[in-house]
T-cell receptor, first 113, second 117 residues
């Protein structure tokens, strides 16, 4: 079956702008998690959505938000972009339990200039 | 709080050598889950294995093997007879959340493995 897809794959934005990233999970998966990956901070958990509800949240400012739709697709939004938001944003889907492995998409590479 | 340490930042080996990637974790929970992921140059993380805290049996899958020791809070990963295609960044991850509490993975910083021909 199809894997996790993320769009767009690459984005270049200017400081102060906002951006929306999209993630389509594996069919049947109801949990979608988002991560930020940077060379300095590694993989950091942003938030997890399950059945359209945010269930867990990492330590990121309120400029980072997300939502999940009834078909489990998820979007992540970053407002008022800063240079430090440049990163690879990874989406992962799973069946949702803490014991379940996550399957990752290819990521969206965001560059803020 | 949960934490995952991968002390080896980078490792270089020559093809056919065996290599072990170390992972040490910290958790106060008695029920937890450990994972290994591979991130090749393409960027997409690939799931390799999951272990729960009640199962200390070692596992072997082809050239890959995993050694889980609760006494030392370690979950090490060995690649036997390494190949150039094994070159990637490998991440160890910990999940404390029970099945009713969702997912909150904590990843280690990763170990970059370079296998030279």
């Amino acid at each position: 079956k199809a894997g996790v897809t993320q769009t767009p794959r690459y984005l270049i934005k200017t400081r102060g702008q906002q951006v929306t990233l999209s993630c389509s999970p594996i069919s049947g998966h109801r949990s979608v998690s988002w991560y930020q990956q940077t060379p300095g901070q590694g993989l950091q958990f942003l938030f997890e959505y399950f059945s359209e509800t945010q269930r867990n949240k990492g330590n990121f400012p309120g400029r980072f938000s997300g939502r999940q739709f009834s078909n489990s697709r998820s979007e992540m939004n970053v407002s008022t972009l800063e240079l430090g938001d440049s990163a690879l944003y990874l989406c992962a889907s799973s069946f949702g339990g803490g014991s379940n492995e996550q399957y990752f998409g290819p990521g969206t590479r965001l560059t803020v200039t | 709080a949960q934490k995952v340490t991968q002390a080896q930042t980078e490792i270089s080996v020559v093809e056919k050598e065996d290599v072990t990637l170390d992972c040490v974790y910290e958790t106060r929970d008695t029920t937890y889950y450990l994972f290994w992921y591979k991130q090749p140059p393409s960027g997409e993380l690939v799931f390799l294995i999951r272990r729960n805290s009640f199962d200390e049996q070692n596992e072997i899958s082809g050239r890959y093997s995993w050694n889980f020791q609760k006494s030392t809070s370690s979950f090490n990963f060995t690649i036997t007879a390494s190949q150039v295609v094994d070159s990637a960044v490998y991440f160890c991850a910990l999940s404390e959340a029970g099945d009713n509490y969702g997912q909150n993975f904590v990843f280690g910083p990763g170990t970059r493995l370079s296998v030279l021909p």
